[in-house]
């Protein structure tokens, strides 16, 4: 058997193997209405194919706590139930297929308020279902970007709450895991980043200040998702800065102190909170920050990162670089990937019965 197919438990949830799904954003959902950020046939049509084609976890993509935390009009959400009874179709396909569902939960910030990446991404505004963006310091992201409004104390505390209110509505909808989204230049890393965080209060300034609205977002979700859940984290393991960004040594320190929060597992990703960096990309460019976050913190780690091998990703797991690899770009190419790589390095997967005749 190939580590890579070896199931993997955290708390008491048992994942079928180590090929687990990114979450990818598909700006497919109503932009305004009475089903605004909910599901429909697209999203069900896309994690299901992936739930058949063998994928041991598939984390939905980023998914906002409030309307005005969408990076587009066009993103999912889960601040109210219709948006929940929608989820539900989704995970109990997923669950039948042996694919264990999780949910990405997302503020966007400074980056919100933007068109879908097929039409631009530019920001948008209340003519194309837009809005003014929020962040912890009143600092665009990019030239042509709004300045973003500054969020007071009482609003930080406001965006915490509704991270536990949009937990507490993903265990309704029947995900057995949630990722809360500290990466990608998204409000969470915004805060954490001396590049976007200009602030002089509690929550700017020193590490511990800057750390402190991740750790009270991990802490609020902690405390309404069940013990017996595993609790995610995506970081930006570096702002790809040479100076005044957030480094590898500081997400090594933040691994540790996520874990003495409750964290679980730590995706490993990198860059997106400064425009225009240059990021020397290639097969697995990411996988070393995860390593590192791995050897040097009580963390389980998830790897990312053009991993599109089923040996390379096989090599990931047993050379303990990572717990689990995640899979983007690879797993939109095909759905299938994860059986396919079985088959490739003779491991043993879950087929529907309707797929027996590609075995």
Known sequence: MSALFEPITLREVTIPNRVWMAPMCQYSAE????????PHDWHFAHYAARAAGGTGLIVVEATAVAPEGRISPY???LWND?????????????????????????????????ERPWKGGAPVGQDAHGWQPYGPSPVPFDEGHPVPTELTVDQIGEIVGQ????ARRALAAGFEAVEVHGAHGYLIHQFLSPHSNRRTDAYGGSYENRARFALEVVDAVREVWP?????FFRVSATDWLEEDGWTPDDTVRLARDLHAHGVDLLDVSTGGNAARVSIPTGPGYQVPFAARVKDESPLRVGAVGLITEAGQARKIVE???????????ELLRNPSWARQAARELGAEIRVPDQY???V
Do not use: Y
């Not at 991270?163 to 949009?166: Q, S, V």
């Open 319 to 329: 050379n303990g670089e990572a717990d689990v690899v995640l899979l983007g770009r």
């Open 227 to 231: 013990a017996d859940k595993p609790l």
């Open 31 to 38: 932009p305004e209405g009475p089903l605004t950020g909910a």
């Open 82 to 114: 219709t948006q929940v009874e929608a989820f539900r179709r989704i995970t109990r396909f997923l669950v039948a297929q042996g694919t264990v569902p999780a949910i990405q939960l997302n503020h966007s910030g400074r980056k919100a308020s933007t």
């Open 163 to 166: 991270f536990a209110a949009a």
């Open 356 to 358: 027996h005749r590609s």
């Open 75 to 77: 993103d999912l959400g």
